[in-house]
């Protein structure tokens, strides 16, 4: 006799509190990212700032309050773009996965301020990113068009092929033994 292992209802409620607990957190970091663009307009409009850890030196823009209102402009949407790749449940979630791509690099080009062309040259990045990405949610896009708008189920003919081909082999006319 086999017994089954009944869970008890506590696992459930405790799954949901979670999801609702996570919901909620995203729902608040959503709400707040208006408040976190402005974080720049508390740092000063100097050269140098003094963290508790380090100095920040800004040799490109000359002002920290510069920098930072730059930096803002791209971490933001970077953040909200991670957010949906995250809880996207569409099919082709993978395609945020370039303008997250872009903005990584933006973000690093800031933070590097080695260059003068700010926002130029990411796209030359983001092409190998963009040749990896396209093909494989289009061939996504085309199963499920296939399966769900045409009604071709690949599965279901690969085993009618099968079928077919067993049959096939077991009969054999006379005519096929003698050659």
């Known amino acids: 006799m086999k017994l089954k292992k009944v869970e008890p209802e506590n696992s459930s409620n405790k799954k949901k509190s979670k999801s609702i607990l996570i919901?909620?957190?995203v729902a608040?970091?959503?709400a707040i990212t208006p408040y976190l663009?402005?974080?720049y307009n508390y740092i000063p409009d100097q050269p140098t700032f003094k963290f508790w850890l380090y100095t920040y030196e800004s040799k490109f823009n000359n002002s920290i309050y510069v920098t930072m209102w730059i930096l803002m402009g791209k971490l933001i949407p970077f953040l909200l773009l991670i957010l949906w790749f995250f809880?996207?449940?569409h099919w082709w979630?993978?395609?945020i996965l370039i303008p997250i791509a872009m903005y990584a690099f933006q973000i690093i080009n800031v933070l590097a301020q080695d260059t003068k062309n700010m926002d130029e040259v990411e796209i030359y990045w983001i092409i190998p990113i963009m040749?990896?990405?396209t093909p494989f949610v289009y061939f996504i896009r085309v199963k499920l068009f296939d399966k769900h708008v045409l009604g071709i189920d690949l599965e279901?003919?690969?085993k009618e092929l099968k079928a077919l081909k067993e049959q096939d082999q077991k009969v054999e006319?006379?005519?096929d033994k003698k050659l």
Do not use: N, Q, W
């Open 93 to 95: 979630y993978h395609v």
């Open 131 to 133: 040749l990896f990405i």
């Open 28 to 30: 608040l970091l959503i």
């Open 173 to 175: 006319t006379p005519v």
């Open 87 to 89: 809880t996207c449940k």
């Open 37 to 39: 663009f402005y974080i």
């Open 156 to 158: 279901a003919m690969d």
């Open 23 to 25: 919901g909620s957190l």
